[in-house]
């Protein structure tokens, strides 16, 4: 199982939006609405922010939302923070099994 | 408080076997799938395996198949991975993860802490 291909660099001013691509196969992202996305902290646990391609977790703010066309799927950051620095890595159900994207380091210039 | 503790940190030598631990509390331990997702240092995330702790049906991830053993303690609502033949490579931070219900069976909603792997000779 090949790892889902995201950018390896994403980065916005404060105020604006980042969207970042999660790329599989009709094995994984294409065969199942079953994508999700984590925002990883330095030094910290990897942390929900969508799941079920679309749906956000209590407590994650709407600046947050996730699409998904085909074997692509995107999360899109909109307002950028400072707080929104951070390693963003896609995951999707594939059959018996899960993959992990490459992840996505986001910069707030 | 719902939450996965996980066991402390590890050095092992090369060609050894590894066992970590996660104690889960606060929510029924067998009504969700058990995870394992290491971290290579600056690398991403990497799907291990899981379990059903209901039954203890496990799945893995081709790369592992062979050398890794989860298995699950449901009277003390604990899981376990195990890593045999241990390489450089193989040091990472293993975490945990499993479902929650308010978030769909199909993603990663609790965490544990993370333990540190350590594999030099």
């Known amino acids: 199982q090949s790892a889902l291909t995201q950018p390896p660099s994403a980065s916005g001013s404060p105020g604006q939006s980042v969207t970042i691509s999660c790329t599989g196969t009709s094995r994984d992202v294409g065969g199942y609405n079953y994508v999700s996305w984590y925002q990883q902290l330095p030094g910290k646990a990897p942390k929900l922010i969508i799941y079920?391609?679309?749906n956000r977790p209590s407590g994650v703010p709407d600046r947050f939302s996730g699409s998904k066309s085909g074997n692509t799927a995107s999360l899109t950051v909109s307002g950028l923070l400072a707080e929104d620095e951070a390693d963003y890595y896609c995951s999707s159900f594939a059959g018996n099994s899960y993959v992990f994207g490459t992840g996505t380091k986001v910069t707030v210039l | 408080q719902v939450q996965l503790v996980q066991s402390g940190a590890e050095v092992k030598n090369p060609g050894a076997s590894v066992k970590v631990s996660c104690k889960a509390s606060g929510y029924t331990f067998t009504d969700f799938y058990m995870h394992w997702v290491r971290q290579a240092p600056g690398q991403g995330l990497e799907w291990m395996g899981w379990i059903n702790p209901n039954n203890g049906d496990t799945s893995y991830a081709q790369n592992f198949q062979g050398r890794v053993t989860v298995t699950r303690d449901t009277s003390i609502s604990t899981a376990y991975v195990e890593l045999s033949r241990l390489r450089s490579d193989d040091t990472a931070m293993y975490y945990c993860?499993?479902?929650?219900?308010?978030?769909?069976?199909?993603?990663?909603?609790?965490w544990g802490q993370g333990t540190v792997v350590t594999v030099s000779s």
């Open positions: 079920d391609v679309s």
């Open positions: 993860t499993s479902h929650y219900h308010t978030t769909g069976y199909f993603s990663f909603a609790l």
